[in-house]
Structures are given as structure tokens and as C-alpha cells.
């Protein structure tokens, strides 16, 4: 079996495991509590904020610990959304945001806040000069993720960031795809806010960050007791916090042999499928993207069929997003692209980790090469005067 689908999860690392086990049995404290149970476990998450905050270049009072991504991107958008509605309620969002975004985005809009999804180039990049025509007097938030977990592709967020800047507009980044993938600094390029995950760099799931830069004004999501400095009610998820710095700590420190691993296999699979397998198109930006992704439309094959098949062979992909399988609409992302509603449908993503080689790289090929033969020759959408073959094009 081989696991391809590392922007949906990754496993939990084994030394990441170690560091969270005794915050489940001894050390189970409420770090709210006022006795040594509760100010041991109070420590550790001290220790996890303090590790967050250094590794991004933000004040340890600048960090808080969420449920993970889609929370800490719900609050980003509501919490500045409704704090800031006196100034103005007019907000922006690129089209290609994770669905935490785009589905807040408009529950918002059924509020009354007006939202314009800024739109994107062919490689799914923000398109900058639209992007600058749509600001208004009104317009309080941008919102921009930092790597998009479908395609892959890197916004550019440094100069995102001077434009909001410029205009005194709150500017956040989704950064969950690109925390462990990339070294973040909150300064460099300036951000108000910027949230991320533990489950997708090998920490555990349902435990996130958002950063909050001191003197944004944010309202609160989760209303309760006074933990995170009164801003986000509910027990400590002790346990989950540990994982997630550690999980972080050992992403950052080992980024450059994980990233030149894992962008060797990934080139090399990018390589192949397109000398090898005819009539596929890389989809995203074929250089600024991250290192694990690799996403192709297959043209005359369903996406569907192809996740189903792959899934058979013991290879495990994602067609569109994760969020979005289930449902047959094809991916927001591809289609902001301009891809048409056909390839859009045809789409796959492999997304690998630092566990992968690339002797399973080249089976997968194989085994590749085999499915998308035997689904053309099933397929009505394929042209009869069209040779379904691979090509015996191989690159050492
Ligand atoms: C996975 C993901 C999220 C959601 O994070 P969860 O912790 O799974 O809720 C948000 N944004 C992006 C870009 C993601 O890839």
C-alpha cells in the first residue's frame, strides 16, 4: 500500500507520539487548575507556545491554540469579519481558499458583509492587478492562503501583503499547507493573521494555530472560560498541543533533507506521467508549488474512477480536494483556474511525505499507466480514432 495523499493528513511521527503519551495518563491535568497537576501540564503548553511563536517570529501572547485549520480559519474571517463590521463589510477572499474560507465567506454574505473572491490565473495564483481594483473604503479583510492544498501553487503573499498594508487592511493567510513545507515569518512578509494544523506535518488531528498579531482587533468564536487569554472558551487540549510544537519543531529543523526528498520523488513522478501517459495536464504552477504536490487532469477519465481504481492497486490519492469528495461537483479550485468542467472532473492529486521512495514512485507508474489504458478503452469519451497506448518514453 502506498499513501499518496499527504495534503489530506500524514501520519502522526513516532517521536511526536512519544512526547504527547503522558499527557494522557500521569501528567492529565486541567492547566487551569490552581494545584502541581495543573500547573505541570500549564508548563507544557507554555513550552509549546513558546516553540510555535519562535518558530514563526511571533510573541508567544500571539498565539493561540485552536481545533485545528478549519477553526482557526472560521475565526480569522468571522472573528475580524464582525470586529471591524463598523469600519466596513466589505471583505476579500481569493476563489481558490480552503472551503473553511469559502463556506464562511458566505455565511458571512447572508449576513450582509459583501465578499469579493478574488480571482486567479491559469496556474491558480491571485491575479494582483484585479485584486487591487476590487479594494474599496470599505473593504476590512484579505484573506489569502499561502500554498493552495489542491494544486499546490504559492500565492504571492509579500506583495498581497504590501497592497494590504498600503491600506490599512487586515491581511491573513491560511498557511496550513504550507506550515512544515515552508519557514514562515508572521514580519516577513507582514501578516495580521496566519493559521495552520498539526495533522498536516506528521502532528495529530484537531489541533491548530492561528497567530493574531497584538492590536488586531478580533472578536471571539468560541465563547466559554478564560482559557487563551479569555479569547477562546473549552479545556486545554494538552495532549494535542505537545504533538503539534513538537510535530512543528521537527518539521522546521528537518525541512531541507524532508523538502529535497520528497521534491526528488515528486519531479521524477511528474516527469514520468507526463513523457509516458498522453493526453494529461499538470494542473497548477509548474514551478511555484509546493514540494510534495503533483496534480494532473487525466482527459477521458473520471476522476472518480481513477481514485477507485488507483485504490484497488493499493495506492491511495485524492481526486479534487478531500473536503470536496462525496460530491460530484468538481473542484472549485480547478475551475477558478479556467480548467474545463470536463479535465476539472478528470483531476487527481498525489501529494507525498517524507516516507515515501522512489522505488514506489516507479510502480506507481506502472500501475498507473495500466489503469488510465483500461479506463480509456471503457470510456465513451474516448475518440475512436485516438491510439490508447503509453509511450515507452521512460526517463532514467
Ligand atoms: C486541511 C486544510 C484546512 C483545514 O484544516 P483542519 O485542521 O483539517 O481543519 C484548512 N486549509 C487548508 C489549506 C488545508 O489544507
Known amino acids: 500500500m502506498f499513501y499518496?495523499?499527504?495534503?489530506?493528513?500524514?501520519?502522526?511521527?513516532?517521536r511526536v507520539l512519544q512526547k504527547m503519551l503522558p499527557y494522557f495518563t500521569e501528567n492529565f491535568g486541567n492547566p487551569n487548575s490552581q494545584h502541581a497537576y495543573g500547573r505541570r501540564t500549564a508548563a507544557a503548553v507554555d513550552e509549546a507556545r513558546d516553540t510555535v511563536a519562535s518558530l514563526i517570529g511571533?510573541?508567544?501572547?500571539?498565539i493561540y491554540f485552536t481545533s485545528g485549520g478549519t477553526e482557526s480559519d472560521n475565526w480569522a474571517?468571522?472573528?475580524?469579519?464582525?470586529?471591524?463590521?463598523?469600519?466596513?463589510?466589505?471583505?476579500i477572499v481569493s476563489a481558490v481558499e480552503h472551503p473553511a474560507m469559502?463556506?464562511?465567506?458566505?455565511?458571512?454574505?447572508?449576513?450582509?458583509?459583501?465578499?469579493?473572491?478574488?480571482?486567479?490565473?491559469?496556474f491558480g495564483r491571485v491575479d494582483l492587478q484585479k485584486l487591487k481594483d476590487s479594494i474599496r473604503p470599505d473593504t476590512t479583510f484579505i484573506g489569502v492562503m499561502t500554498a493552495n492544498n489542491e494544486i499546490g501553487t504559492l500565492q504571492p503573499i509579500a506583495e498581497i501583503s504590501a497592497l494590504a498594508r498600503e491600506r490599512g487592511i487586515l491581511f491573513?493567510?491560511?498557511?496550513?499547507?504550507?506550515?512544515?513545507?515552508?519557514?514562515?515569518?508572521?514580519?516577513?512578509?507582514?501578516?495580521?493573521?496566519?493559521?495552520?494544523?498539526g495533522h498536516k506535518f506528521y502532528g495529530p488531528k484537531g489541533v491548530g494555530v492561528l497567530y493574531v498579531r497584538s492590536g488586531v482587533r478580533l472578536g471571539k468564536i468560541i465563547t466559554g472560560g478564560h482559557q487563551e487569554r479569555s479569547m477562546r472558551g473549552g479545556t486545554t487540549n494538552v495532549p494535542g498541543i505537545v504533538g503539534l510544537a513538537e510535530a512543528f519543531r521537527i518539521a522546521n529543523e528537518e525541512m531541507a533533507q524532508n523538502n529535497a526528498h520528497v521534491s526528488a520523488i515528486r519531479d521524477r513522478f511528474i516527469a514520468r506521467v507526463l513523457h509516458e501517459i498522453p493526453y494529461v495536464k499538470l494542473n497548477g504552477h509548474p514551478k511555484d508549488r509546493l514540494p510534495n504536490n503533483a496534480n494532473f487532469s487525466f482527459r477521458y477519465i473520471e476522476g472518480e474512477s481513477l481514485l477507485f481504481s488507483l485504490d484497488l492497486a493499493g495506492i491511495a490519492v485524492s481526486s479534487g480536494s478531500a473536503?470536496?469528495?462525496?460530491s460530484?461537483?468538481?473542484s472549485h479550485v480547478l475551475l477558478a483556474t479556467g480548467l474545463p468542467e470536463g479535465l476539472a472532473h478528470g483531476s487527481i492529486r498525489f501529494s507525498f511525505g517524507k516516507e515515501n521512495t522512489a522505488g514506489q514512485i516507479d510502480i506507481a507508474v506502472e500501475k498507473l499507466k495500466e489503469i488510465v489504458v483500461r479506463l480509456r478503452n471503457?470510456?465513451?469519451?474516448?475518440?475512436?480514432?485516438?491510439?490508447?497506448?503509453?509511450?515507452?518514453?521512460?526517463?532514467?
Open 328 to 330: 460530484l461537483e468538481p
Open 172 to 197: 491573513f493567510t491560511d498557511a496550513v499547507q504550507a506550515a512544515g513545507a515552508l519557514k514562515l515569518n508572521v514580519k516577513e512578509p507582514a501578516v495580521d493573521m496566519l493559521s495552520f494544523s
Open 378 to 396: 471503457l470510456s465513451p469519451l474516448f475518440p475512436k480514432e485516438l491510439k490508447n497506448e503509453v509511450y515507452d518514453k521512460e526517463i532514467k
Open 102 to 122: 469559502i463556506s464562511t465567506a458566505k455565511e458571512l454574505q447572508k449576513e450582509g458583509f459583501e465578499v469579493t473572491f478574488a480571482a486567479v490565473d491559469e
Open 77 to 91: 474571517l468571522r472573528g475580524a469579519a464582525h470586529a471591524n463590521a463598523e469600519r466596513g463589510k466589505h471583505l
Open 323 to 326: 473536503c470536496s469528495s462525496g
Open 4 to 14: 499518496f495523499d499527504h495534503a489530506a493528513t500524514t501520519p502522526v511521527d513516532s
Open 58 to 62: 511571533a510573541k508567544p501572547n500571539e
